[in-house]
């Protein structure tokens, strides 16, 4: 079965492959040829007289058509008599002139004040921004980030105003994305992409669920960040929606674009462990009954376990349109090295998108299909092992034959050698996901402003790892194990059905304009789960057959979501918009007296600017609006079958032997029957301005979230429940917060070009409710591990203080500013005063959660230069410092073996580990250049253009926090895949 | 492309309001228990919970997620701890957040070794409890099940009723004022008496008798009448602690009967703590085990952390039993497969000592030849005072409980142990029948008492060197001796407080107790443990117990 996978994996893409380039070839055929040579030629210039370079001047109804140079002049052979030209470029209102017998044609093109005014992408519709009453964000292919984006959400960050994402160092690495501050359960938005809502999480053998998408193919991306402007997504709104819109073939003839880049990683930090001379010296101050056992290498084991690593990406695109068809194809291919060993992301996609207007045009058909092949090579997590290996251990020894060259301990538990645990597993994913949909928009004839429309979407996700480990790794030459096996597949599904009609008229007698949309939507979640391990596994034809076999039951679970939906959307005279929307959703996840939910919304703008006592304003604002939303949004990320007990049957490896028999184990699962949906009321002020002639717009957003009936799994009275903590809508968390976004064009010169955009979000989290709260001495809900012992946890979840505030011991210190090293007592706060140290004298302080989140994008253009950059900051934001923590004592020099220890020690003095001393609790405010672009577009180039381009990534980071880098979504600093810095050599050409 | 566009129209016209999903490799209760063997495996996972963590082996799928490491929720792991690194047997080097206030006597009731034996116990207790309410008569007629199975489902009724007695016996002992449950209930639960408790267990044990099947004659890891005749030994030897009440003689009416059942001493100590414990002669012995299988009951509780727990350092280093191998020319040799060849482990985990008081009990502690044959120490390279908890050589190691068979051979896998954890025996019978007939009990006499002393002396000393006379044989020679033939097994904590040493004015003092080196006095509050903050938090009809 093993071996099958890949040849399944490999007949299903070249499968679709090919079908891809069957299609694009028919349409480069189908292009109309032209033969005749009557031509017109001329200037497209804008109002101020520079000229306008890439417009598109097309022969109406045909495919013939070009783009002006970068003089702005054109020339277009005419494929028929009495034509008329269409002059077109974003921005500028288009033009048609009728050509009779002119043979040149100069144009001089209008900026269009309603072009302007873009499109927003709403969820079941769009709207003109200007009248948008939501908090609606929108980022542009121009603003997003540059260098190696693995995934959509990468352009993302740093763009709007209170979006926190942070990206894994490795290749291909997920994301944690928190919109407006912190809850509890599922953080992250829904992702909706052109129009299919995606399912949470992922497949086993994949790094991030979106790989399979090309951030190339994105156009736009959309995030509804209040509940008036989610509410429409209900049980899923919570958390905010990233609505995803790629791009679309457009009329005129074939355009293909090509981008590819090289691009090259190193890790640039330095680890604060003790280099091999400091360590020898270590040894002889604090343990010098070790001197003997000194080794005589030199080993840097941080860099033995990382390597400068090489990366491409080459994306091709074909897009086009004749009159009642347009297309959009791309090809995607990016290979992307890690900086640890081992570690490597390849990704190959291919979109189709197409688009067919039928019966006069009233009926569009839009088939979507996005599919993405990815393989990832993982690697065992010996950052932790690097750390700690003794440095004057050589990397290879042969003097113990068991393991296979590579220097080991004997000791069971001690460190690992971090090369070989590298060297000695294979561990590789392969996935393959394929989002296809396709839409029906119907406008019918009889009645103008309605239509109807169908959106079937499907959704797979198929994954499988494979995990290898060599009889020569330590611990199984330890345990005896031979080789060892896992085996994993995961198949997610889901389907999307959904069916809505929307209506827009305009009501003259009363100056409105009104926007209905109404539907129902069904949606089911399929996931497939097989596991099969096990070890001393020996090679038969090929393939490696574990002996002694562990196969997991196989698990299926399923959950579906049922909805109607609504909105209606009024504009008065261009000053008063009102828009309510109402959701109702089932959901599986609930008992059925709780299963359904509503969601309604509503928010009011008044856009002062159209007001006659404004119009004192107008030559200063282009906009002024005030808008008030209120909506109520949901979570349902919470875990099937919870509202029910269900007895499920244990492992085989769970067994309990009755005579010479093990029988299998029975358990229920403690539940609370009542269980529905959380539920986020939040409340949002907003005030748009624009001025300067729309040079200058910036929002300041002022926002109440609230989390009620939050979910939370809450100890139960002990013997009333099957479990000891049962799942209970019973908590509440609030974020409030203010937000600004300023997007300003600096400069618009002839030759110089600057836009600046700028964006601050302050929030502030309190968990206001977690627990019925009857006893002082409960110190809440101990949460996330930390390493360097078993078991510990350094956050807590707990009324009244920050979500996952840390919760640690006061340190004391002398009066040179160094800890105190002694007894507990001495060592730490007796907070309660009872003489003793322990639990009840933890402290809970600070929060890993930040209080400002900053980014600032900035786009220049020079003549043919082109220069853009990120710059991200945080502050507020703690960090545990868990490297610290866990190394820093000198006992560790001689702990079972002799290891390494971090310089913290000599700061802090600890001899034995301190892992809940408050010291290790820092400050991790940063300020990151994340990404800068210096880009060159060549003149002249007579088939279309070119540029090139150098990245820079992750170029700096200005920070106050001692560890290696202060950005650390859960705030534990612990074994994390380091981030590297990029450099990316690129070329783009279009033509 | 279109065969998913022919499976979305499919789908498109499925679109309805249906929201009954069903997990597809889960049950509900009425499907579930259609089937008799449902029964058995709800039983097996009653005994199973209190040596295994969750539905996955070793770990995964939890049962308890209040505290963050599923290995700590071992039934027994917590409740060992519990009853020895509180007392002068055993010592712990981890610094796992609140391990060491068990050994210094310095516990909250935010431990969460506290918390988490506290929940293991209602855990067994609940599930016990459903499994009753399950498996009623009228419950069996619904499901249609047939008269043989339900003949066979009302022993296991009956042995379910046994584990949660056990689990109440625990509960009793180790935090006296607990809540009384009986079914699954929504209500607030408010704490019992002592007495109440005390009386429940021996209403509920004296119900079941009858029913339980006879000693000896159950299947293996099933306990029978035997089972359940030492736990009411033991509920009423400690019947002055619990309630004040003087009950040693109901005491001797249970061993006598467990003395009459045909059991049998293993020949050999050692044998009693290894991995074929279940085959070898030791099963004559062992009364009620719970089992350990290193393929099929994977877990990080039970045997698996009292093997490895108890072993570290020289102990996998190449060293034997203090005897470093040398080859012909005196160069020593390590073998590095030591630890499998003498402990059948892969390696040790460093973390159980015992204190000098423990092994004056076997002798004068600077002189092994004097000591006690059933002492299992390990010397070699370890300093008799524990001056740093942490240093594993500091304090002697005791590798009692070993995954090596009788035979010399490792058990099936060199992580998970297949020793079986003897939690009753018939040594402990014999020790108990002593101590009652020295408290006055009637049903006994002294000449059975001495000659089952001797009996585990003789056993220890392979003749009768070892044998005590009948003077010799007093209430703190018994308490002694059994530290010498019950050392490790969890019943220190339990015989200290029976005879006035753990706390109080005539308390004894070991090495940091108090957590001080040298030991000093405590609090009595440290008789019993606090009832955890976390379910007082939950649960205002709780009040907290005295001190804390």
Redesign the interface.
């Known amino acids: 079965m093993l071996n099958h996978r890949p040849e399944f994996l490999f007949r299903y893409i070249s499968k679709r492959f090919f079908a891809a380039i069957a299609l694009v070839a028919l349409m480069v055929i189908s292009l109309p040829t032209q033969a005749q040579d009557n031509s017109i030629s001329g200037t497209v210039k804008d109002s101020s007289g520079a000229p306008v370079p890439g417009a598109t001047v097309l022969e109406k109804e045909t495919q013939n058509g070009v783009i002006t140079d970068f003089d702005g002049n054109y020339k277009l052979i005419l494929s028929g008599d009495n034509a008329t030209i269409v002059i077109s470029f974003v921005g500028f209102a288009t033009q048609e002139i009728e050509v009779g017998s002119q043979a040149t044609i100069n144009i001089v093109l209008q900026e269009d004040i309603e072009l302007l005014s873009e499109i927003v992408v709403i969820g079941y519709g769009s709207v003109e921004k200007k009248d948008v009453t939501g908090t609606v964000a929108k980022v542009n292919e121009e603003e997003f980030n540059k260098g190696i984006i693995s995934s959509p959400e990468k352009l993302l960050t740093g763009k709007v105003a209170g979006l926190q994402i942070e990206t894994a160092g490795d290749p291909g690495g997920g994301s944690s994305i928190r919109l407006r501050g912190i809850s509890i359960n599922g953080q992250n938005p829904l992702f909706v992409v052109d129009g299919v809502p995606l399912s949470e999480g992922g497949v086993t053998g994949g790094r991030n669920p979106l790989n399979f998408m090309n951030p190339a193919d994105v156009e736009s991306i959309t995030v509804l960040k209040d509940a008036s402007a989610a509410a429409i997504y209900g049980s899923r709104g919570a958390n905010g929606v990233i609505i995803i819109t790629t791009k679309n073939g457009t009329q005129g003839k074939l355009k293909v674009g090509y981008d590819g880049f090289y691009s090259i990683s190193k890790f640039t930090k330095t680890v604060d462990m003790l280099t091999p001379s400091q360590y020898r010296d270590a040894i002889f101050d604090k343990a010098p009954q070790e001197i003997d056992n000194l080794g005589e290498a030199s080993t840097n084991w941080v860099d033995e376990v990382l390597q400068i690593a090489q990366g491409q990406n080459h994306n091709l695109s074909f897009s086009g349109g004749k009159k009642a068809t347009n297309y959009f194809v791309s090809f995607n291919y990016l290979d992307n090295n890690g900086v640890m060993r081992n570690t490597r992301n390849q990704s190959t996609s291919i979109s189709v998108k197409l688009q067919q207007k039928l019966l006069n045009d009233n009926l569009i058909l839009s088939l979507n299909s996005k599919n993405g092949f990815t393989k990832d090579q993982f690697s065992p997590n010996v950052i932790g092992s690097a750390l700690r290996f003794d440095p004057t251990r050589p990397v290879f020894d042969d003097s113990d034959p068991r393991f296979a060259g590579y220097y080991q301990w004997s000791d069971a538990l001690a460190t690992a050698n971090p090369v070989a645990s590298q060297d000695l597993n294979d561990q590789n994913g392969n996935t393959f996901r394929t989002l296809s949909n396709l839409q029906l928009e119907y406008k019918l004839p009889f009645l103008d402003g309605l239509s109807l429309k169908a959106n079937l979407g499907y959704d797979r996700n198929y994954g499988e790892y494979h995990g290898v480990t060599s009889e020569f790794e330590k611990s199984n030459v330890i345990n005896n194990r031979g080789i060892s096996v896992t085996d994993q597949t995961n198949l997610r599904t889901s389907f999307l059905s959904e069916y809505y009609a929307n209506y827009k008229t305009i009501i003259a007698s009363i100056d409105s304009k009104i926007d209905v949309v109404g539907g129902y939507s069904w949606q089911d979640f399929n996931s497939e789960f097989t596991q099969l391990s096990g070890d001393n596994a020996t090679e038969i034809d090929g393939v490696l057959v574990p002996t002694d076999t562990t196969a997991t039951r196989p698990s299926t679970v399923e959950n579906r979501l049922i909805s109607f939906f609504g909105r209606a959307s009024i504009d008065i005279k261009d000053k008063y918009l009102l828009t309510a929307s109402l959701r109702r959703d089932g959901s599986t996840r609930f008992g059925e007296a709780n299963r359904w939910g509503w969601f309604p919304s509503a928010a009011v703008a008044w856009r002062v600017i159209n007001e006659d006592f404004a119009s004192g304003l107008t030559g200063l604002f282009s906009e002024l609006k005030f808008r008030v939303g209120y909506g109520v949004t949901g979570n349902q990320e919470i875990g099937n079958y919870l509202y029910n007990t269900f007895y499920k049957f244990g492992e085989p490896t769970a067994a309990y032997q009755f005579g010479n028999e093990f029988v299998n184990t029975l358990r229920p699962v403690g539940v609370d029957p009542d269980i529905q949906w959380e539920e986020t009321v939040s409340t949002n002020f907003g005030l748009d301005a624009g001025m300067f002639d729309g040079r200058l717009n910036y929002s300041i957003e002022y926002y109440i979230k609230n989390v009620n009936d939050l979910l939370f799994r809450v100890a139960v009275p002990a013997g009333s429940n099957l479990s000891d903590q049962v799942l209970t809508n019973i908590g509440q968390v609030e974020n409030t917060g203010f937000e600004l976004t300023v997007n300003s064009v600096l400069f618009d010169r002839e030759d110089f070009r600057w836009d600046l955009g700028f964006n601050v979000a302050i929030n502030s989290n309190v968990v206001k409710k977690i627990d019925n709260n009857t006893d002082p001495n409960f110190g809440g809900y101990n949460v996330t591990g930390i390493s360097g012992d078993v078991g510990q946890t350094i956050q807590v979840l707990k009324a009244g203080e920050e979500a996952f505030a840390f919760k640690t011991y006061q340190q004391q210190y002398d009066e040179s500013g160094k800890p105190i090293v002694g007894s507990l007592l001495e060592m730490y706060s007796d907070v309660n005063a009872d003489g003793q140290i322990n639990e009840l004298d933890l402290v809970i302080g600070e929060s890993p959660n930040p209080k400002l989140l900053m980014g600032i994008t900035s786009n220049m253009s020079y003549k043919s230069w082109e220069l853009g950059f990120t710059l991200r900051a945080n502050t507020g934001n703690y960090v545990y410092n868990n490297v610290a923590s866990s190394n820093g004592y000198f006992e560790q020099l001689t702990d079972r073996v002799t290891n390494n220890i971090h310089i913290s020690a000599y700061e802090t003095g600890f001899k034995t580990r301190q892992l809940h001393s408050d010291y290790y609790i820092e400050n991790a405010a940063f300020l990151k250049l994340d990404n800068i672009t210096l880009g060159y577009n060549f003149d002249k180039v007579k088939f279309g253009r070119i540029k090139a381009y150098v990245t820079a990534q992750n170029v700096f980071t200005l920070t106050g926090y001692s560890g290696v880098d202060p950005e650390i979504f859960n705030g534990v600093d612990n074994n994390l895949y380091p981030r590297s810095s990029t450099i990316i050599l690129g070329i783009n050409a279009s033509f | ?1 279109k065969k ?2 022919i ?3 499919t ?2 016209t ?16 009425a499907v ?1 228990f259609d089937d008799p063997e ?1 029964y ?3 039983m ?2 009653v ?2 919970a209190y ?2 963590t ?5 770990a ?2 939890g ?7 599923e ?2 929720t071992s039934y027994i792991r917590a409740y060992w701890k519990a009853q020895e690194l509180t007392t002068d047997e055993a010592i712990i080097g ?5 391990i060491r ?1 068990l050994n210094s006597m ?7 070794f506290v918390r988490v034996l ?2 293991r116990i ?2 067994i ?3 016990s ?2 499994f009753l309410t399950q498996s009623t008569p009228e419950k069996l007629d619904e499901h249609g099940i047939n008269d043989e199975w339900k003949a066979e489902i009302a022993i296991y009724r009956a042995e379910v009723r046994f584990l949660r007695a056990l689990a109440y016996w625990h509960a009793l002992d180790l935090f006296r004022n ?2 009384l ?1 009986t079914k ?6 408010t704490q019992a008496t002592p007495q109440q408790l005390f009386d429940f267990i021996e209403t509920e044990l004296a119900e079941i008798e009858p029913t339980m099947v006879g000693a000896k004659a159950n ?4 306990a029978d009448k035997a089972a359940l005749w030492m736990l009411q030994a033991k509920l009423f030897l400690n019947a002055e602690v619990y309630v004040n009440q003087d009950r040693y003689s109901d005491v001797l009416l249970a061993l006598n009967k467990i003395t009459a059942a045909g059991y049998s001493l293993a020949p050999n100590y050692f044998e009693l703590f290894m991995a074929d414990n279940d085959a070898n002669a030791a099963a004559e012995e062992v009364i009620f085990a719970l ?1 350990s ?1 290193g ?5 990080y509780g039970n045997t698996t952390f009292l093997v490895h727990a108890a072993i ?1 350092g020289t102990m ?2 190449g060293i034997v039993d203090g005897t470093e191998k040398t080859t012909g020319d005196g160069t020593e040799v ?1 073998d ?1 497969t030591e ?2 060849d003498n402990y059948g ?6 973390g159980l000592r015992t204190t000098k008081k423990m092994v004056e009990k076997f002798g004068n502690p600077l002189d092994s030849s004097t000591w006690d044959p059933r002492n299992i120490f390990y010397t070699y390279s370890h300093d008799l005072e524990v001056t740093d908890l ?1 240093t594993f050589e500091d304090g002697y190691a005791v590798p009692k409980f070993i995954n090596v068979s009788s035979q010399g051979d490792p058990g099936v ?3 998970f142990p297949d020793t079986d954890n003897p939690m009753f025996r018939l040594a402990d019978a014999y020790l108990m029948y002593a101590e009652a007939v020295k408290r006055g009990g009637s049903g006994g006499d002294e000449t059975t008492a001495l000659g089952y002393i001797n009996a585990l002396r003789q056993r220890a000393y392979g003749d009768n060197s070892g044998d005590i006379t009948a003077g010799e044989l007093t209430l703190d020679f018994i308490l002694d001796e059994r530290v010498r033939e019950m050392y490790w097994e969890g019943t220190r904590r339990i015989d200290l407080i029976r005879y006035g040493k753990f706390v109080g004015a005539s308390q004894e003092t070991w090495p940091w107790k108090g ?1 001080d080196l040298n030991g000093v006095t405590v609090d009595d509050k440290y008789i019993i443990f606090p009832i955890p ?8 009809n709780l009040i907290q117990n005295t001190g804390y």
Do not use: H
């Not at chain 2, 310095?106 to 969460?112: D, F, I, L, R």
């Open positions: 492309m998913i566009f499976l979305l129209l789908v498109s499925f679109s309805c309001t249906d929201l009954n999903l069903s997990p597809a490799d889960a049950f509900v209760d579930v449902s058995r495996s709800y097996a996972k005994y199973g040596t295994l969750g539905q996955n082996g070793p995964g799928d049962d308890i997620s209040i505290v963050n490491d290995g700590f981890w610094t796992d957040a609140g206030d310095t516990w909250s009731s935010e431990n969460q506290y929940y209602f855990y207790i609940a599930y409890n459903d607990v809540p449950l699954i209930t929504t209500d607030l639960p299947e293996y890891g099933r089992n299988d393929k099929n009951t994977k877990n570290g996998t280093d390590k590095p630890s499998v482990v892969g390696g040790g985990w460093s942490g896998d060199l992580d957590g903050a976390s379910d007082l938090n939950v649960n205002k």
